[in-house]
């Protein structure tokens, strides 16, 4: 195992004991007073089966076989998450088939980033995660299940169900991905057709019909934002099945996977030394091996906030520092949109996460000593999913898989990678701490000095854009987008018109305490500063002019004015008061004041042991 990571990883176990020992023993009071249904009355188990059949009433009211609970995120507006409708009909067969029963425990809310990007809705968004974990809760509070199956893809949908299932850490548990739609047009295309569209090239008959021959089917979308991060996280972390993330939606070994998933988790319960609950199986080094796949690949910036959140709810503190010091070792082992041409398509045909597991295994760049739902260690997850035999009576194998090198320009090896540094950084200075995405970045983009342009929303820079007042180097200082200022909102509506400037070249950069895209990456974005502008930050004392330098290859960035003249400015906080109605958002305002900051998940919810009486 390579030293530094051996190092980090220490440092998490040290900094985590005295909130993660409080978890494993929730866990296992939890465990030992009765997560099975003879633990409810007659009158509870009766509402609980009221209306299951006949046979599975029987199964249920014995208590001998185990009931697996279905939480899923379904809904048929969004592409990714509509091929669950499927999903329970087909999962409860499998179960029967196991001897098992099956009940669909809840839904959560599903949202989509894309569908609400540049608009009020965007606003719920990230605390649409935090939602999602206590609807969770709630589905699985009936204390029916002896294990549970997470549905969900996208953007805070599988870390609000992987926070909820935490909190129910006793419990087995399998994540069951719905797999991406076939590819559409090309990344570049649909870029290129946005950023005529912002200069006025184009129009909207145009730009639909560009968008719509990318998002075009179910499943997932194909660039490698934050849902496919999700998938991937869900992979090397063990919670999937191995090679099963990218597997395209409804297809045959699709759904063959999805009966295999259904009945994983049966294997998890009741073993040798009791039931394999999802808060035992992950430890700190399941943690370290999901920042890694984050910065092997080239992941979404979003995690540098989800991560933290799905840790601490199972009482492990993990930081950006550990993001910025695993990064120093880590190489960049694949090149997809928005870092490449390729999409999740063309990345799992090339070998996919098997191939990128195996070499960071066969390196000591991840540790193979954790527990997954295939069982000890991470082999089984250097293989890849086939079916085999002949039609209507294929069997699902696995099979090792190894880079070819017609695919080195997808998925590199560790001796040549296409970076020696990790996708993501933390930059430091007098502004704050601020997350920043490099793998798509041009050397030519590293190293930004120019006069700021500050807004206090987005809206307030698309103006100006439109106006032509930005034709030149500047960098954007976009503000009051933090959690507590507005829910921290994506800001990706902008990177057409930074993108198209950048083009011209011009010198730009972005400086936000908001979020960007997990599809963002062209153009040098600090994003997450922290502390925010509604926090006091220094952010909120940046004025028009100022000269700011943002230096990717020192980590840093730097307001360029003195600090005697600094000390004097005053903040005057902007009229906040036209996000706080409309569109849903009054019924956040409680989560507004009490979110945490950025480096601390941006989440409502507290360490074990931290809550307040």
């Not at 978890?23 to 299951?52: E, K, P, Q, T």
Request: glycine residues 10%; hydrophobic residues 40%.
């Amino acid at each position: 195992m390579n030293t530094l990571i051996q190092k980090v990883t220490n440092n998490i176990i040290e900094r985590s004991k005295p909130y993660r020992e409080v978890y494993l023993g929730r866990i296992a009071d939890a465990d030992s007073r009765g997560v099975h249904r003879s633990a409810l009355g007659c009158s509870n188990l009766a509402h609980g089966f009221a209306a299951c059949s006949a046979g599975d009433k029987a199964l249920l009211s014995e208590d001998v076989v185990p009931n697996i609970a279905i939480v899923s995120a379904y809904n048929d507006m969004l592409s990714a998450h509509q091929p669950f409708e499927a999903f329970p009909k087909i999962i409860k067969q499998a179960l029967h088939e196991a001897g098992a029963t099956g009940q669909f425990a809840g839904g959560v809310p599903a949202m989509c980033d894309g569908v609400t990007q540049s608009q009020p809705g965007m606003e719920l968004s990230l605390f649409s995660r935090d939602v999602i974990a206590q609807a969770t809760a709630i589905a699985l509070s009936h204390n029916m299940f002896d294990g549970a199956l997470y549905l969900g893809v996208c953007d805070k949908i599988v870390p609000g169900l992987m926070i909820g299932a935490l909190t129910f850490g006793h419990l087995p548990a399998v994540f069951v991905p719905g797999g991406p739609m076939p590819s559409g047009i090309s990344n570049e295309v649909k870029v290129k057709v946005r950023q005529d569209f912002a200069q006025g090239k184009v129009d909207e008959k145009t730009l639909l019909l560009s968008e719509s021959g990318s998002y075009h089917s179910p499943g997932t979308c194909t660039f490698y934002g934050t849902a496919n991060s999700n998938q991937m996280l869900m992979e090397i972390m063990g919670l999937h099945l191995p090679g099963s993330s990218f597997v395209e939606t409804n297809t045959p070994l699709r759904t063959e996977l999805t009966k295999a998933a259904s009945t994983q988790v049966l294997s998890l319960i009741d073993t040798e030394s009791g039931s394999m609950g999802i808060g035992k199986m992950l430890d700190e080094k399941s943690f370290v091996n999901a920042v890694i796949g984050l910065l092997a690949t080239g992941g979404s910036s979003n995690h540098t906030l989800h991560l933290i959140a799905m840790a601490r709810a199972a009482g492990i503190v993990i930081n950006w520092q550990d993001f910025h010091d695993l990064a120093q070792v880590i190489p960049l082992l694949t090149k997809l949109y928005p870092n490449g041409s390729a999409d999740v398509n063309h990345f799992h045909r090339a070998g996919g996460m098997p191939v990128v597991m195996n070499e960071l295994l066969e390196n000591g760049l991840l540790h193979n000593e954790v527990k997954t739902i295939m069982g000890e260690g991470l082999s089984a997850y250097t293989t890849m999913p086939k079916l085999k035999g002949k039609a209507g009576t294929e069997e699902l194998k696995w099979k090792k898989k190894t880079l070819k090198d017609e695919n080195k320009n997808i998925v590199s090896t560790v001796a040549e990678p296409f970076s020696h540094h990790g996708g993501l950084s933390i930059l430091q200075g007098n502004i704050g701490r601020s997350v920043i995405k490099t793998s798509a970045l041009k050397p030519e983009h590293m190293l930004i000095e120019a006069p700021a342009e500050v807004f206090d929303s987005q809206e307030a820079l698309q103006d100006a854009y439109q106006n032509g007042e930005l034709n030149k180097d500047f960098v954007a200082v976009v503000r009051y987008q933090g959690p507590k200022s507005n829910g921290m909102p994506e800001l990706h509506g902008l990177l057409p018109a930074l993108g198209s400037l950048q083009d011209e070249g011009f010198k730009i950069a972005i400086i936000t305490d908001g979020r960007m895209s997990g599809a963002s990456g062209k153009v040098a974005s600090a994003i997450h500063m922290t502390p925010e502008a509604s926090e006091g930050g220094v952010i909120a004392e940046i004025e028009q002019g100022d000269m700011i330098r943002l230096d990717v290859e020192n980590s840093s960035v730097e307001l360029l004015v003195d600090p005697t003249e600094l000390a004097k400015r005053k903040i005057v906080d902007p009229d906040l008061s036209g996000n706080r109605f409309a569109m849903g958002r009054e019924l956040f305002a409680t989560l507004r004041g009490n979110v945490s900051g950025a480096e601390e998940g941006a989440s409502i919810f507290n360490l074990p042991g931290e809550e307040s009486a």
